[in-house]
């Protein structure tokens, strides 16, 4: 079936992947990357590219209407730990972003919009393990503030003005294909390219900081599966619950000695400790699984394995 797609923060962690899987599936020209910046040589060859600040209206407007554009995935954002150093800066890109895509939809320029969340939403006072859906949220950090913010806009353009915008609140994500772009669980990825370039790594988490983690290709399958689904399946329309894996950097570092004995791990926990101490350890997600069949394939061994076979390539 042919879409025309827009993914806005193309060049991301998650944009960039997300960018491959979408025109292995429609087609190249189906899906038009966009970002502030170029990506890397594979994604700007693979299919159109437009530069394109996410917080300028009539710039988007203008890609939209030259593309003929039906759906928008919103991935631009500054993540937990980049954007407590610049709050305003982070508030002002990751809310006008989603207000700019919010009202294209709400005008009918659009039909179909995807906004990702994240477990930044919950705070210190939210139940850390197997936290539910619905539960306190009282979010600590300007990332997670602005998520919860944009959460409850969501679901006021879809109750208010119908807007088909689904979203998924990611956890940490673990890729070897991209780099990561300034979060609190980038360590559970740059663990790996250590362990293979140097045999040892400085932790910036204490050992024992259990957080819940997933590998890219499930966060990709997730993205894509929640925008497949007939929109009468989508029951929440704020944010779903993901969940795949959760573990401690002890627990990653024993899976990585398993591969490599001689690595060697130490700690030096850093202000990112308090971001990671004020998040779930744990996330439950039976409304995803029962909503639209959501279920996450890859474990902590399975994840380790695939990260050191590809790197190591």
Not at 84 to 107: G, I, Y
Request: charged share 25%; aromatic share 12%; hydrophobic share 40%.
């Amino acid at each position: 079936m042919q879409k025309s797609i827009l993914i806005i923060g193309a060049c991301g962690q998650i944009g960039t992947e997300l960018t491959y899987a979408l025109r292995e599936k429609y087609g190249n020209d189906a899906v038009v990357a966009s970002d502030i910046r170029e990506g890397n040589e594979s994604l700007m060859a693979s299919g159109p590219f437009e530069l394109l600040d996410a917080t300028n209206y009539e710039q988007i407007e203008n890609v939209i209407m030259h593309y003929e554009i039906e759906e928008v995935y919103l991935m631009a954002a500054m993540l937990s730990a980049t954007a407590e150093k610049f709050p305003m800066r982070a508030w002002n890109l990751n809310m006008n972003s989603l207000f700019n895509v919010l009202n294209l939809a709400k005008d009918k320029k659009i039909s179909k919009v995807f906004w990702p969340s994240s477990i930044a939403v919950f705070g210190p006072n939210t139940p850390k393990e197997n936290t539910e859906q619905n539960t306190i949220m009282e979010p600590s950090t300007v990332y997670g503030i602005s998520k919860q913010s944009g959460e409850r806009w969501c679901e006021y353009y879809f109750k208010k003005y119908g807007v088909d915008v689904r979203s998924v609140r990611y956890p940490g994500l673990i890729s070897w294909k991209t780099l990561p772009g300034g979060g609190t669980t980038d360590y559970a990825v740059e663990i790996y390219h250590k362990a293979l370039s140097d045999k040892k790594y400085t932790c910036f988490l204490k050992e024992d900081t259990k957080l819940p983690m997933m590998f890219m290709d499930d966060a990709i399958r997730a993205t894509m599966a929640i925008m497949d689904a007939d929109a009468e399946k989508i029951i929440i329309r704020s944010s779903y619950n993901l969940a795949a894996m959760s573990f401690t950097p002890y627990e990653i570092a024993d899976s990585i000695q398993q591969h490599i004995p001689e690595f060697k791990m130490d700690y030096e926990p850093d202000f990112r400790q308090q971001i990671a101490d004020s998040w779930p350890s744990s996330i439950e997600d039976s409304k995803a699984a029962e909503d639209w069949a959501w279920k996450a394939e890859f474990d902590l061994d399975k994840t380790t394995k695939e990260m050191l076979g590809n790197l190591k390539k």
